[in-house]
């Protein structure tokens, strides 16, 4: 009896225990492990066994953790006292999730409930890389000489954004470039946002376009062929902005009404401004509609050279 008595404290309870094979998972891809449940001095029953993704970001100074997703691992079972139980885990990281680029931060959170006792958990750092797709482009991208900027991978209204200095091929012509991912079946794009350099028009003049990437070009996994493929492009895409002007609005609303009636559907990234949602996704990101008419206006938020978007804390779980 006293043993129940400290069992409902705490004292003497089973524990959990998650237990990964990587902490490294790219989009796409499953995080695999198992739970494993150790029984302490008395047996217990376990109502429910589940593990939750939650994902800490900073906005604005206030620190925000959110619960993304939740993993059912097990469900009324009973423990004996020093019984050891082993069960499989499982999550696969869908496209919407922001990856960990030194401002997104998750962890897995495994909780029980057990009956007349106290709870218990655990918690497992997680670290969210980009999918194999996106990895090739951010390789191409290097091997065309763009540096990723400090403070890259903002979170703002259409998903993640993640920002470049050009090489000096494009230097003349080009001072920044900033990209979007979005991913929908076989349907690979990268949406361009080019800030223009003095010479031939205004400097800071902003060019919205979009890229296809060909199926093809993605499966052959090639970087070398994917830089040529998109230094092609952004050499056709500035004669373009010579001969004809800036597009000045991005092509976003085209993709409004993407699966599941969000507007997010589809952009890497954007599953988080979809779960903020209502009054608070409006104070966030209020003057979007500058941005679609060519005066983008980011949050400040702290970012490098005063850039906006989401002030992301760098603290460890």
Do not use: W
Not at 61 to 72: F, M, R, S
Not at 135 to 162: C, M, N, P
Not at 206 to 233: D, K, Q, W
Not at 262 to 288: I, R
């Amino acid at each position: 009896m006293f043993k129940k008595l400290m069992a409902s404290f705490g004292v003497g309870a089973a524990k959990v225990n998650l237990v990964l094979e990587n902490e490294q998972c790219r989009i796409g891809e499953s995080v695999t492990g198992k739970v494993i449940v150790e029984g302490g001095n008395v047996a217990q029953g376990v109502h429910t066994l589940d593990v939750d993704v939650v994902m800490k970001v900073n906005i604005r100074g206030k620190e925000i953790n959110k619960v993304v997703d939740t993993v059912k691992v097990a469900r009324d079972f009973r423990i004996e006292a020093r019984e050891t139980r082993e069960l499989p885990f499982e999550h696969r990281i869908p496209n919407h999730y922001p990856i960990s680029r030194g401002s997104v931060a998750y962890s897995l959170v495994t909780k029980t409930d057990i009956a007349q006792a106290v709870d218990t958990g655990d918690h497992d750092r997680l670290v969210v890389l980009p999918s194999r797709q996106m990895a090739l482009v951010f390789d191409a991208l290097q091997t065309l000489g763009f540096k990723e900027k400090i403070g890259s991978g903002k979170i703002e209204r259409y998903g993640q954004e993640f920002e470049f200095y050009p090489p000096e091929h494009f230097s003349d012509q080009l001072r920044e470039l900033e990209l979007k991912f979005y991913s929908q079946g076989d349907d690979f794009k990268l949406f361009l946002e080019m800030e223009m350099a003095g010479g031939y028009m205004r400097s800071g003049v902003e060019h919205h376009t979009e890229l296809h990437v060909p199926v093809e070009l993605l499966r052959s996994g090639s970087s070398r062929e994917l830089a040529n493929y998109i230094r092609e492009f952004l050499e056709n895409e500035l004669s373009q902005v010579y001969i004809q002007g800036p597009r000045m609005s991005p092509s976003y609303h085209s993709h409004q009404h993407a699966s599941h009636g969000s507007p997010f559907g589809g952009f890497m990234g954007g599953m988080l401004t979809g779960m903020l949602g209502g009054a608070l996704l409006g104070e966030l990101f209020d003057g979007d509609e500058n941005e679609d008419a060519g005066d983008t206006e980011e949050m400040s938020g702290g970012g490098e050279e005063g850039d906006g978007g989401f002030d992301f804390g760098d603290e460890e779980f």
